[in-house]
């Protein structure tokens, strides 16, 4: 009897260390499956430039797989109908792919398809490609199963596929013939060759300044790796990442460089930590970690407030520059999403739910669950990390000391004299007159006072936060969701002796307690 595989490929758009498509080989023949799904499309957090990226991923990879021998077909519609149809077409006798850790949707999907392979009689195998533990019970040990499966070799193809039957290949749709939009953004190079270009300018060169240029968004843009979207769509793996930062560490012969890639190679463990936290509790997508802060949002939710800060109208240039930079380029650094979220969930007092969908779409790299986890981290809700509240003011003046940024993304203050750049409401009229920049007609005048909305932010944060239910809870959450290494009091409550300066984390302090 034929043994012929078919490899489902889902955000693992590669053909370099994919463990599905290596255990193909053992196969009679194999053939290859993206499945654009309806749930994926209409699902709250989808973007046009998320299915364009991926469309021009699977461009890239039909023609490294035909080049192997393998057809990669594309189809519409719900996994376990294509399934099936595909199956009545061409009988496969075992189901290949990588694991998921997703939203909801993909979670209900993983089950249907499950039940569908076990009343076909099609075993499933799913491999892991990230650092996540499925069916994890105790976060002690993490650490080193992480460092295990990364150092682990690379699963590389030896060799092509005999050609399976011959099925037709429809030309990949557009986004209109998905009825989605054009989207507008200037996206980062997609595919497989773009991500290893990308990898390798960042080992080689551009992660020089690493640790430096990580907080300003002027510098961000070329001194981080820029790889996010790759992680996100797979078209690299982590491992590979891993292991080739690795490599670059022990062979230059600069001490400057090896430092810089060092804290780079520390970030990439907390892709798999904050993915791990959803996968262990899918529900944080929906409801906050903990649920002593249910309630506190949620009824004064004030829409004008939300589309002011969608649409990069706040009042705050750092904020309306940072939104209206990622709305057209899908990336933003770490930074300045953390103070995006910050104002829009302290100054503002908006839900993180509704907030989090937004900047789900505008990330090209969005991942699941990293996204919610930090959604929620920077809101407050995890009851366990430092409460980080940022001043758009001051962030300007810290990252845009000479106002480029601001300039470059809110061009109605382009000739605002640099002293009243961050802060354009304090200028007089003679003053706004000069620099053609009348507030409240040509940029808006600050939606709340900043001072004011951070101190009743405040007020309510540490208020809850005091309470004993609070401070149980927040023991809870750090026994499941905290790393090991974090250092945190197990109660999650402010650190009551400063740390030491030798112990300061040589990272800006706004990652320092990531872990936890
Ligand atoms: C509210 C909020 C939402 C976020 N949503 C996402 C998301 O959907 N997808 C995503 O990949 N990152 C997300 N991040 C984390 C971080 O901002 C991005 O990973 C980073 O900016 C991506 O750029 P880079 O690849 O150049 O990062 P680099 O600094 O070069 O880091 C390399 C890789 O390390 C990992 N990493 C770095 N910082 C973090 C971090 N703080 N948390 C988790 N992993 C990290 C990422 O995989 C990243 O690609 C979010 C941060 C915040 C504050």
Redesign the pocket.
Known sequence: MTRRALVWFKRDLRVHDHAPLVAALAHTDALALFIIEPEWLHSPECDASHVDFALQCLAELRIALAQRGMPLLVRVGSAVPVLAQLHSEVVFTQLLSHEETGTGWSYQRDLQVAAWCKSADIPWQEFTQTGVVRRLRSRSGWAQRWQARMDAPLQLLDGGFSPAVALEQPELPTLADLGMERHGKALQAAGEKAARRTLKS?LQVRGYD?RKS?SSPLT?EDG?????PH??FGTLS?RT?HQATEVAIANTPDREMAYALRG?AG??R??C??MQKLEDEPDIEFHNFARVCDGLRENDFNDDYFAAWCEGRTGYPMVDACMRSLIATG????RM??M??SFASYHLWLHWRPT?LF??RQ?L????G??WS??Q??SGTTGINTLRMYSPTKQAQDQDPEGLFIRRWVPELARVPLPYLATPWKMDISVQRMAGCIIGVDYPAPIVDDKLAMKAAKDRMYGLRKTQEAREEAGEVQAKHGSRKSGLPPTGQRRKTPRRKSDAPATPSS?GD?FA
Request: charge should be positive.
């Open positions: 960042f690493y990580l961000a981080c790796s820029r790889l996010s992680l996100a982590m990442v780079f970030r990439l907390w892709h930590h904050f990336w933003l650094n770490f999403r953390a995006l979220v989090g900047l789900a990330f790299d969005y991942e699941p990293i996204h930090q959604m981290m920077q990652q990531l």
